[in-house]
C-alpha cells in the first residue's frame, strides 16, 4: 500500500487480499487480478467503488454491476446497477455471505473518516473493528477486538444523522447507555465501553455468539419442554434483577433474548427500558404483539408488563407461533392494528390443537398465569420462577429433541 491509498477493502477471509482503494473509480470482481479470485459465479466486473466530494464532504457510491449479487451488511443492493451511498465500516460481500459459500466480504474504511473519528475520541484508537454481526434502522453491529490483549466484543456503530433522518431521539441510546452501565448479572447482556462523535455513538458489548432466541425458534419450528424451562429460567433470573433494581425492560420479545453457544441466555437492548426511581412509567412503547394490556391502554404500569412479554415469547418458543395474531390490517387511527390490540386488551389466545395437544398442563399454566389482564393477579417474578414448570424436570426425559445448548445452565 502507498500513501496515495485514500481507502481500503479489507478482506474478511484471510485467503484473499485486502485491496487499497487509489482512483475516484475503483473495479471490483475476476478481472482485478490483485484480488486472486478464481470463483466463476463472481462477475468479472462484480461491483465498482466511486468518491465524490460534496462541498467540504466526500461522498461514498457502490454500484452493483454483477449478475449474481452484491450485498452491503447482508442485504441484497437490488437489481443491477442499482447505486448506494456506503459509509465507514459497511461490510460489502460478493454473494450472498449468508448462504453462498464462494461468497467473499470485506469491510470498508475510508481512511479520511476512520483519522476523523479518532480525532474525535472514537473507539478505533483500542479495538480493530471486524466482521459484520446484525443491523437495524440506524444502527450496525460489528465484531471488535481490543488491541492490548486481544478480547473479542460486539460494538454497536449509530448513525446519528440517520437516527435524526428517521425521527428517533438519541434519548434512546443514552437511556440505554445510562441504565446498561449500572447493570451487572450474568443473564443481562454487558457493556463494556461508550464512545461519541460527531457522526456516530459507539457502544461496546460483550460477545454473545449463539444468536438470538427468534432465529433459534425460526429453525427449529419450536422448542421442547426443557428447551423452555432453560430459556425461561434465565429470562426470570434476569427480570428478577432488573425488578429488584426498579428497572422495567418494555421490550421483551425474541429478538432481544441472546443466547452465547454454550446456553447462556442474555436480556438486551435496554433502548426503551425504564428507571422507576426516577419517575413512574407511563410512556406508550414496545413492540405491538408483545405489549402488555395496562401499556396498550395507557396506564400507568409497573414491572409486571415484563411478565406479560415474557409469556408471550414462552408461548410463542413452545409451539412457534404468537398467541395474539391478526389477520387483517384494521388501523385503529393512531397507526396500529385495532383487531390485533382488542385481542391484547381483551386476553384472548387460545391453545390451539393440534399444535398444543401434548404440551405439559403445567406450561399451559405457567402462560395462564403470565397472560392475565389485570396487572395485580398477574404474576410477579418470583411467582413465575417457584412455578412447577419451572422448579419439576419430571417431563425431561419425555422431550427426545436435541437439546440446542451444550450444557443445562441451571444454579
Not at 31 to 56: A, D, P, V, W, Y
Not at 65 to 92: F, P
Not at 123 to 128: A, E, G, L, R, S
Not at 364 to 387: A, F, G, T, W
Request: with cysteine.
Amino acid at each position: 500500500m502507498t500513501d496515495s491509498a485514500w481507502g481500503i477493502l479489507e478482506c474478511t477471509n484471510s485467503k484473499y487480499p485486502s485491496i487499497p482503494l487509489y482512483d475516484t473509480t475503483n473495479i471490483f470482481g475476476r478481472n482485478n487480478t490483485t484480488m486472486k479470485i478464481r470463483n466463476l459465479t463472481i462477475s468479472s466486473r462484480h461491483f465498482i467503488i466511486q468518491i465524490k466530494q460534496e462541498g467540504k464532504e466526500n461522498k461514498y457510491i457502490c454500484i452493483d454491476t454483477s449478475r449474481n449479487g452484491t450485498y452491503i451488511n447482508n442485504e441484497i443492493m437490488g437489481k443491477r446497477m442499482t447505486t448506494k451511498e456506503i459509509k465507514i465500516y459497511d461490510e460489502i460481500s460478493m454473494l450472498d455471505p449468508q448462504k453462498d459459500e464462494g461468497s467473499i466480504s470485506y469491510i470498508f474504511i475510508p481512511f479520511e473518516e476512520q483519522k476523523k473519528e479518532k480525532r474525535e475520541g472514537g473507539p478505533q484508537n483500542k479495538y480493530d473493528i471486524g466482521k459484520y454481526l446484525g443491523s437495524g434502522n440506524f444502527a450496525r453491529v460489528r465484531e471488535v477486538i481490543e488491541k492490548n490483549n486481544k478480547q473479542k466484543y460486539a460494538i454497536k456503530i449509530i448513525d446519528r444523522q440517520k437516527m435524526k433522518e428517521i425521527g428517533e431521539n438519541e434519548k434512546i441510546i443514552l437511556n440505554e447507555y445510562s441504565i446498561l452501565k449500572k447493570l451487572h448479572h450474568i443473564n443481562i447482556i454487558q457493556l463494556n465501553d461508550v464512545f461519541l462523535t460527531q457522526k456516530y455513538f459507539y457502544l461496546v458489548f460483550e460477545l454473545v455468539d449463539g444468536g438470538d432466541l427468534f432465529k433459534l425458534t425460526l429453525n427449529k419450528g419450536c422448542l421442547n419442554e426443557k428447551e423452555c424451562r432453560i430459556v425461561m429460567k434465565q429470562i426470570f433470573y434476569g427480570l428478577k434483577y432488573l425488578h429488584q433494581n426498579k428497572i422495567i425492560h418494555r421490550d421483551i420479545k425474541l429478538e432481544n433474548i441472546l443466547l452465547t453457544s454454550n446456553g447462556i441466555i442474555k436480556i438486551s437492548d435496554f433502548g426503551l427500558s425504564k428507571d422507576t426511581k426516577k419517575s413512574i412509567a407511563e410512556t406508550m412503547c414496545g413492540t405491538p404483539m408483545y405489549v402488555s394490556p395496562e401499556l396498550l391502554n395507557g396506564q400507568s404500569y409497573n414491572e409486571k408488563t415484563d411478565i406479560w412479554s415474557a409469556g408471550v415469547v414462552l408461548y410463542t418458543i413452545a409451539c412457534g407461533f404468537q398467541p395474539f395474531r391478526s389477520e387483517n390490517e384494521i388501523e385503529d387511527g393512531k397507526g396500529g392494528n385495532r383487531e390485533l390490540f382488542d385481542l391484547i386488551l381483551n386476553g384472548y389466545y387460545q391453545f390451539i390443537s393440534p399444535y398444543w395437544d401434548n404440551i405439559s398442563l403445567e406450561l399451559k399454566d405457567l402462560i395462564s398465569h403470565m397472560l392475565i389482564v389485570n396487572p395485580k393477579q398477574r404474576y410477579d417474578i418470583e411467582e413465575c420462577l417457584s412455578h412447577p414448570f419451572i422448579i419439576n424436570t419430571k417431563r425431561d426425559h419425555l422431550d427426545l429433541n436435541q437439546p440446542f445448548i451444550k450444557r443445562e445452565y441451571d444454579r
